[in-house]
Nanobody, 114 residues
Framework: QVQLVESGGGLVQPGGSLRLSCAAS????????MTWYRQAPGKQRELVAR???????NYADSVKGRFTISRDNAKNTVYLQMNSLKPEDTAVYYC????????WGQGTQVTVSS
């Protein structure tokens, strides 16, 4: 069983930045592919960014060049640095861990508004 705890969400003005963190309970965190998803009101959950155990990353087209995913295996934590935020980035952001099973965090709200 893996427990994931997200933090770092909040209210930010357009053009601002936030850094989300997702702390995992498992000591073999480094073996997991870690993904950030988001879900806006009335919309389906969508992949934002993924990082593999080897450090390979991929991003949704809508966030390329603005968001950066990274991981610190020593701290069992994955990060999502979000820059140049737009109102359309407003959503609940979820952390996901996958190895043989899939685990989800509880989500953290990000609101981009003036």
């Amino acid at each position: 069983q893996v427990q994931l705890v997200e933090s770092g969400g909040g209210l930010v003005q357009p053009g601002g930045s936030l850094r989300l963190s997702c702390a995992a309970s498992k000591s073999i965190f480094s073996a997991y592919a870690m993904t950030w998803y988001r879900q806006a009101p009335g919309k389906q959950r969508e992949l934002v960014a993924r990082i593999t155990p080897a450090g390979t990353t991929n991003y949704a087209d809508s966030v390329k060049g603005r968001f950066t995913i990274s991981r610190d295996n020593a701290k069992n934590t994955v990060y999502l640095q979000m820059n140049s935020l737009k109102p359309e980035d407003t959503a609940v952001y979820y952390c996901n861990a996958f190895l043989l099973n899939e685990y989800w965090g509880q989500g953290t709200q990000v609101t981009v508004s003036s």
